[in-house]
């Protein structure tokens, strides 16, 4: 099992940049994929971004281009750089680990006002 705690999440202007960042623990060596999923106000969760042990990534055609998912091995952290936020972009963030099953983080709330 791997236990995540993500943190850098909070209140920012439309245009505004934020920085998530997840801490794993735990059954680490197993990690195969990470990825992060969010939830908005009345919306199901969905995938924001993923990256492989390898550095393969896969990003939400809504996030391409602004959002930038990264991973440092060595630290078990895994990152969200998030640059010209949106209030759409408004949501519950959750860092997710896949190691034969899936954990998740408690999330961080991104809050993106007009």
């Known amino acids: 099992q791997v236990q995540l705690v993500e943190s850098g999440g909070g209140l920012v202007q439309a245009g505004g940049s934020l920085r998530l960042s997840c801490a794993a623990s735990g059954s680490i060596f197993s990690i195969n994929v990470m990825a992060w999923y969010r939830q908005g106000p009345g919306k199901q969760r969905e995938l924001v971004a993923r990256i492989t042990s390898g550095g393969n990534t896969v990003y939400a055609d809504s996030v391409k281009g602004r959002f930038t998912i990264s991973r440092d091995n060595a630290k078990n952290a895994l990152y969200l750089q998030m640059n010209s936020l949106k209030p759409e972009d408004t949501a519950v963030y959750y860092c997710?680990?896949?190691?034969?099953?899936?954990?998740w983080g408690q999330g961080t709330q991104v809050t993106v006002y007009s």
């Open positions: 997710a680990a896949w190691s034969g099953a899936v954990d």
